[in-house]
Structures are given as structure tokens and as C-alpha cells.
């Protein structure tokens, strides 16, 4: 965030000597950040190294090269199985711009097996981007079971196992933990932990695909606290 700024010129230094009292008196207006495009957004996402030594993208996407002006989805409004199909995976929440990346290993023998995703939406205003934040946490409350058929037979169900409010970095965060199960498929449920947190007109999303371990190596909140600077150092 940037601060304008007066100075007074040798040529006209009596008026400024005249004006000084009125504006030191004056407020510092502070300038929103300056919003940017889904193509430039993605230049504020984690590399896929920042996540584990070893890790390569699987598939990312963004809003493109301008500013997003259409509502696609309402999130007060969506069906619950739509609502944990798109969030944080595709683009029309009413942002002004969206990107988002997926990683993984590039060996299935790395000690460490999990996939990442990130995810930012850009809003129009603070006030957008925490109606927005405060929309999500709202709907996974509300929609804490779905399930769907898994194609083959069985039925895929997804849980919110558990939700935590949080502070990463003083920033306002929900941490969730969802289960995945299939009727078809013995053995524990797969399991997903995601960071979202707010930041200004952003909302960000990390989480993690737990494959062989128990919980996010790194952490999510450390991961969260690398990526947005990346993002403020854009605007």
C-alpha cells in the first residue's frame, strides 16, 4: 500500500510556508493496492519446490488477462456437492481475478507423498474479499456432508471432520479437515487438511492431500505465511 506524498519547491516556498499548518493537519489518505489480472496472479503462487525438494506441478489454471467482471457461482445459493466441487478449483465467485496450482512428487518413492493446492481470489474490496471468506466458512457449516457416485457402483462422501478458527500471521484463518471414503474402497478415509485465510481483498487457499503422512510437511500456516507476501508484492 502506497502513500502520496507533498513537497514544496524552492521557487514557491513562502506558499508552502503559508499552507504548512493546514496540511500537517491534513489525514494520510491510504490507496488500496492496485488490483491485477488472473495472468499476473499466478506469479504470486508458491513454486512448486516452496512446497517439497522434488515436486513438479500437476495442473494450474487462471482468470487470463483481465479483470473479472461476472458472477458465475453464489455461494449462499449453490447446492452443497457443487459448492465443495468448485471452491478453490475454478474461477466465478464474483472475483476480480483467480489463480490457482496443484503439486505433487515427481516419484511415487519420495519419502514424502502429499499433493498441494494453492489457490487466491482476488476481490473488488476488503469488504468483498470477507463476505467472501466469511460465505465459505457459512457453507462448509452448513454442508458438512456430501456425497456423489463414484461411477463404479459405490458412493464417494466427503466430510468436514473438523474446523478450527484460527490466526496465521494475525491474519483471520478457518482450518478444516475433510475425510474422503468410498463404499467401494476399504481402509481409512483419505484426508484433506485446508488452510483458507483472508488478506485484505484476498482470499487464499492451501490444503493438502495427505498420501503417507499424518499431517502437512510443511505446515500449511508456513506455507500460508510464504505466499502472501508473494501476492501483496504484486499490487
Known amino acids: 500500500m502506497s502513500f502520496r506524498t507533498k513537497a514544496c519547491a524552492v521557487t514557491v516556498a513562502a506558499a508552502c510556508a503559508l499552507f504548512a499548518p493546514a496540511a500537517m493537519a491534513a489525514p494520510v489518505t ?91 481470489y482476488q476481490a473488488a474490496s476488503t469488504k468483498a474479499a470477507a463476505t467472501m471468506f466469511a460465505q465459505i466458512g457459512a457453507k462448509y457449516k452448513s454442508c458438512k456432508t456430501v456425497s456423489a457416485k463414484d461411477g463404479k457402483g459405490g458412493t464417494l462422501k466427503q466430510t468436514v471432520h473438523a474446523r478450527v478458527a484460527e490466526k496465521v500471521g494475525g491474519h483471520q484463518s478457518l482450518l478444516l479437515t475433510e475425510n474422503i471414503t468410498d463404499t467401494k474402497t476399504p481402509g481409512p478415509p483419505l484426508v484433506i487438511v485446508a488452510l483458507w485465510t483472508l488478506d485484505g481483498t484476498d482470499v487464499y487457499l492451501i490444503s493438502s492431500e495427505l498420501l503417507s503422512v499424518h499431517a502437512p510437511k510443511p505446515t500449511l500456516s508456513s506455507l500460508m505465511l510464504k505466499l502472501i507476501p508473494r501476492v501483496r508484492a504484486l499490487k
Open 30 to 120: 491510504a490507496h488500496a493496492p492496485a488490483p491485477v489480472t488472473g495472468k499476473q496472479l499466478k506469479n504470486g503462487l508458491l513454486p512448486p519446490s516452496h512446497f517439497l525438494p522434488g515436486y513438479a506441478s500437476l495442473f494450474a489454471d487462471n482468470s487470463g488477462g483481465s479483470l473479472e467482471h461476472t458472477t458465475v457461482f453464489r455461494i449462499s445459493s449453490m447446492r452443497c456437492l457443487a459448492f465443495w466441487t468448485f471452491i478453490g478449483g475454478t474461477k466465478g465467485f464474483g472475483e476480480t481475478a483467480f489463480a490457482d496450482e496443484s503439486a505433487a512428487a515427481k516419484s511415487p518413492s519420495a519419502s514424502v507423498l502429499e499433493i498441494f493446492h494453492q489457490a487466491v
